[in-house]
């Protein structure tokens, strides 16, 4: 059974930072691409940032390029994301991914695996 385990979520004000992790069991992440997710009160899920199996390419939404910074440790079986500058609109509830591929994706279908999710809330 594969599980994906979010943490490093909480509350922070407006300028600060966070670093969240996703550690997997059940798969051996090595060989797949890792997304992170978004979603806000009220608005649907968006895509986030995606690094591909080896990390070596990353790719990110407009806005969070320059602020968020997605890194994988495959000897760890975990993947993370470095989120600087954080401003109120990033608060939401992020989900970690795994897709069935290496190659990144933002295509939330192109992800079989997703973590229970944790919160994100930057005060102004």
């Known amino acids: 059974q594969v599980q994906l385990v979010e943490s490093g979520g909480g509350l922070v004000q407006a300028g600060g930072s966070l670093r969240l992790s996703c550690a997997a069991s059940?798969?051996?992440?090595?060989?797949?691409?890792m997304g992170w997710f978004r979603q806000a009160p009220g608005k649907e899920r968006e895509f986030v940032s995606a690094i591909n199996w080896s990390g070596s390419i990353t790719d990110y939404a407009d806005s969070v390029k320059g602020r968020f910074t997605s890194s994988r440790d495959n000897a760890k079986n975990t993947v993370y994301l470095q989120m600087k500058s954080l401003k109120p609109e990033d608060t939401a509830v992020y989900y970690c991914a795994s897709s069935n591929w290496g190659l990144i994706t933002r295509t939330s279908e192109h992800y079989n695996y997703w973590g229970q999710g944790t919160q994100v809330t930057v005060s102004s």
């Open positions: 059940g798969r051996t992440l090595s060989s797949y691409s």
